[in-house]
């Protein structure tokens, strides 16, 4: 099990997209032509859509836009497609993944499973950046998505699970509003992060802090839910609690797979007994680190393993379906 790559992305908006696109030039481009896969769209389509996608990333956040755009220049690629990756949650349909998400507030920790494409493994990278304000965040992300599960130097974190929920998702894309939550130095910021993004999305979003507090956001289509965490452990997956068929395709197993998490997370108390629970392996039908196996025509299972101490401001993570395996960690 080899570790994952470590890029250091440091400056302005510009030089980290810069650098990002130059040190992940080739695995970029090989993203790009998996997801032309997987959205299973004319080309003319998918860019078109890049264009609406471009104007609501600019407006909610002109920063983030010049970071995608400075990404495809290194890469030597067409922004658009940039926009597209950046968005790829909201243009795909149906998404069918399994990550189970855990935030234990008693001791500042926040975890998931990253549950997605095998053929995303090898190419999957951990952004440490240090920008010009001072913030530093680490983010385990694909070549080209700007963030994805991540935590920064004020002691806040990220998860995201995805829901299921009819088209088409027309918000601030949520890999984008992931990276705005991430330069947030307080909770009351991320809160204002997200009013301001609005709804327009189909996943979850957990927010953890290494105070205990922390907000789970459901994003439906055009409805939003948010719950203010202050006592826990909280656990997350792919569905909507009292709401059956919420999970879709998955709603069975996500409900099966948040029980499980459930009923273990009592014991959480470090980053070994959190690592326990996202590698179980228990209810063989449903596990909450579950081996590749084949959804339409593609190898889907547990592609990684993110743990955030989020009062020690360490990121860890292990590729691939490897319960028991170990955590590579990357201090901020």
Same mark, same amino acid.
């Given at each position: ?189 991320? !809160? ?91 209810? !063989? ?48």
């Amino acid at each position: 099990m080899t570790t994952i790559e470590v890029v250091e992305l440091d400056g302005g908006p510009a030089a980290r997209g810069t650098e990002h696109g130059r040190r992940q030039r080739a695995q970029i481009r090989t993203c790009i032509d998996i997801y032309r896969l997987v959205l299973g769209r004319p080309d003319e389509l998918l860019l078109r859509a890049a264009l609406s996608i471009q104007r609501t990333v600019r407006s909610f956040s002109p920063a983030v836009a010049v970071e995608i755009e400075a990404i495809a220049e290194g890469a030597r690629v067409d922004a658009a497609w940039k926009y597209v990756l950046n968005a790829r949650s909201e243009l795909m349909a149906n998404i069918a993944d399994g990550c189970t998400a855990v935030f234990d507030p008693d001791h500042g920790l926040l975890g998931q499973t990253w549950d997605w494409l095998e053929a995303l493994e090898p190419l999957m990278f951990i952004a440490r950046s240090h920008q010009p304000d001072g913030t530093r965040i680490a983010t385990l992300t694909e070549p080209g998505i700007i963030a994805k599960i991540g935590c920064n130097d004020s002691g806040l974190g990220v998860c995201l699970n995805f829901l299921y929920a009819p088209g088409p998702h027309l918000g601030v894309p949520v890999h984008v509003l992931l990276r705005s939550l991430l330069n947030c130095r307080s909770l009351h910021e991320a !809160r204002q992060t997200l009013d301001r993004a609005g709804a327009g999305r189909a996943a979850n979003i957990l927010i953890g802090t290494d105070t205990g507090a922390g907000y789970n956001i459901e994003y439906a289509g055009f409805a939003a839910v948010t719950a203010e965490i202050r006592r826990g452990p909280f656990v997350h997956a792919n569905h909507v609690d009292g709401e059956p068929g919420t999970g879709g395709e998955l709603d069975r197993d996500s409900r099966a797979r948040a029980s499980t998490a459930n009923s273990l997370a009592h014991v959480i108390g470090d980053i070994d007994s959190l690592a326990a629970v996202l590698d179980d392996q228990s209810d !063989r039908d449903h596990p909450i680190c579950a081996p590749y196996r084949p959804y339409q025509g593609v190898q889907v299972g547990t592609t990684a393993t993110v743990i955030m101490d989020l009062a020690r401001r360490t990121l860890y993570a292990r590729r691939g379906p490897h319960p028991g395996g170990p955590l590579q960690a990357v201090a901020l």
